[in-house]
Structures are given as structure tokens and as C-alpha cells.
């Protein structure tokens, strides 16, 4: 049971992801700390990245220098940028504790498999001890039936005489 409500706790999370990365992108718009340290920055170098490398595929060599985004511009990409951040890091943040609450598990049921592993060395340690006790009755039932067959071959001897065999 706690299977589907994990699953279900996951997409609901990941879906919760979307109107507040809508949020942080306007509110990222609006203010002007997120404006000018948050957004605009990873947007010129984001631009200045793309250029070159489009550069470049093109056979145009390296781009000598790149006109930076307009403000308005920059802002726009960087609060698209800060929205799909903010969604792949939930989504990783999500896919990273799926790991981990699958990886615990596994390991609890390598526990309880060493666990059974160690209980079945142990009954056969039992076993072998008991086979080996075993193994000593046996041996002194046979001492002590060659030494009644010893006792009755005397016996017999001293009551009817030597036998005469083949």
C-alpha cells in the first residue's frame, strides 16, 4: 500500500513544481534583486554561449564579440531559465529520493537475505555436531558388539570346546 501513495506523493510533487516555477518566474521579473543577480547574468552567458557555439557549427569560427541580450530580453530568458531549474530540480530532488528509498530497501532485504544465509550456516554447524555425535555412538555400539561377540565366542568355546571351521 505505501507503494502507490509514494508514487502518487512523487507526481503530485512534480506537478506542484510547474505553478511555482510560473510564480518564481514572475516574481523573478518583478524584482529587482532577481532581476539583476538571479536572471540576467546566466541569461547573457547562456547567449553568449549560444552564439559561439552556433558559430562554430556553422564553420564561422569563434565569434570575436557578442552583443549582449536586451534588459527586457535578458530578464525573459533568465526567468525561463530560473522556471526549468527550479523544475528539473524537483524533478531531481524527487528522482534522487525514489533512489534512495529504493536503495534502503534493497539493502534491508540483503540484510534479512545474510541474515537467513548466516541461520542456515548455523543449522548446519548444528549438523554437523550432531552427526558427529552421532558418528561416535555408532563406533562405540560397534566396540561394545565386537566385545559381546569376543565375550560369546569365549563362552561358547569354554562350553562346547573349539570350533573346528573349514
Known amino acids: 500500500m505505501v507503494f502507490p501513495i509514494i508514487k502518487l506523493a512523487s507526481l503530485f510533487i512534480k506537478q506542484l513544481s510547474k505553478p511555482l516555477a510560473v510564480h518564481m518566474k514572475q516574481r523573478a521579473k518583478s524584482h529587482p534583486f532577481f532581476r539583476n543577480y538571479i536572471c540576467m547574468p546566466p541569461a547573457q552567458l547562456y547567449h553568449w554561449a549560444d552564439v559561439n557555439i552556433r558559430m562554430r557549427m ?21 526567468a525561463e531559465m530560473l522556471g ?28 534479512e537475505r545474510k541474515q537467513e544465509m548466516r541461520e542456515f550456516e548455523r543449522r548446519v554447524e548444528d549438523l554437523g555436531i550432531i552427526t558427529e555425535k552421532q558418528d561416535a555412538h555408532i563406533r562405540e555400539l560397534w566396540r561394545i558388539v565386537s566385545d559381546l561377540e569376543s565375550k560369546n565366542t569365549s563362552l561358547m568355546q569354554k562350553m562346547f570346546g573349539p570350533s573346528k571351521k573349514g
Not at 564553420?59 to 533568465?78: D, F, N, R, T
Open 58 to 78: 556553422l564553420g564561422l569560427g569563434k565569434a570575436g564579440s557578442v552583443e549582449p541580450l536586451s534588459e527586457s530580453m535578458a530578464i525573459e530568458l533568465g
Open 84 to 111: 526549468e531549474f527550479i523544475i528539473f530540480s524537483i524533478a531531481s530532488g524527487t528522482l534522487y529520493f525514489e533512489y534512495q528509498r529504493s536503495s534502503k530497501k534493497e539493502q534491508i532485504k540483503e540484510e
